[in-house]
T-cell receptor
Framework: DAKTTQPTSMDCAEGRAANLPCNHS???????VYWYRQIHSQGPQYIIH???NNETNEMASLIITEDRKSSTLILPHATLRDTAVYYC???????FGTGTSLTVIP | EAGVTQFPSHSVIEKGQTVTLRCDPI?????LYWYRRVMGKEIKFLLH????????ESGMPNNRFLAERTGGTYSTLKVQPAELEDSGVYFC???????????FGSGTRLTVV
């Protein structure tokens, strides 16, 4: 099974960029990489997705390596409300993994 | 646009009882997914509907779980009989198609006592 690997937890100072890495070395060529986050006990919230090119939207930026084996989600100016568990998921395979618990520190 | 709606938000039942969870996807979304998160563990895929058809049910844990999607609209997930290890949060998500982000519901927290 293709799996993802993410750090269990990370801290980030408020106002600084949060860079969340994900390894997805067995992702297949046509699988998108999706990022979601779950704040407390709410349902997962879509953030961004990409296939090969880097992507940016109002929430975040996504950097995908050329070999597509890893990606980095960037929250450019983290706020306290960004504290959540962030999941990298190749959703064609419906696998979420355990995610990274990001804590934004005042 | 209304989001994905799940009912009930919480359910507490006794072991051996039956519970039915309901999910109303975003109107027009053909794809509907069920996931669950048991205590302390990762979110795991259960199954995927495309309209009324089960596209992939490889994540269903056993035959005590039955999912249906009548007419390709809302979906139900029935657990019968419920066991203690079924406790967790059950999420539903919908999407328009491949390459689209999923929209998740707020989940149903199931507690089996």
């Amino acid at each position: 099974d293709a799996k993802t690997t993410q750090p269990t937890s990370m801290d980030c100072a408020e106002g600084r960029a949060a860079n969340l890495p994900c390894n997805h070395s067995t992702i297949s060529g046509n699988e998108y990489v999706y990022w979601y986050r779950q704040i407390h006990s709410q349902g997962p919230q879509y953030i961004i997705h990409g296939l090969k090119n880097n992507e940016t939207n109002e929430m975040a930026s996504l950097i995908i390596t050329e070999d597509r084996k890893s990606s980095t989600l960037i929250l450019p100016h983290a706020t306290l409300r960004d504290t959540a568990v962030y999941y990298c998921a190749p959703l064609n395979q419906f696998y979420f993994g355990t995610g990274t618990s990001l804590t934004v520190i005042p | 646009e209304a989001g994905v709606t799940q009912f009930p938000s919480h359910s507490v039942i006794e072991k051996g009882q039956t519970v039915t969870l309901r999910c109303d996807p975003i109107s027009g979304h053909d794809n509907l997914y069920w996931y669950r998160r048991v205590m302390g563990k990762e979110i795991k895929f259960l199954l995927h509907f495309v309209k009324e058809s089960k596209q992939d049910e490889s994540g269903m844990p056993n035959n005590r779980f039955l999912a249906e999607r009548t007419g390709g609209t809302y979906s139900t997930l029935k657990v019968q009989p419920a066991e203690l290890e079924d406790s967790g949060v059950y999420f539903c998500a919908s999407s328009q198609g491949r390459g689209s982000g999923y929209t998740f519901g707020s989940g149903t927290r199931l507690t089996v006592v």
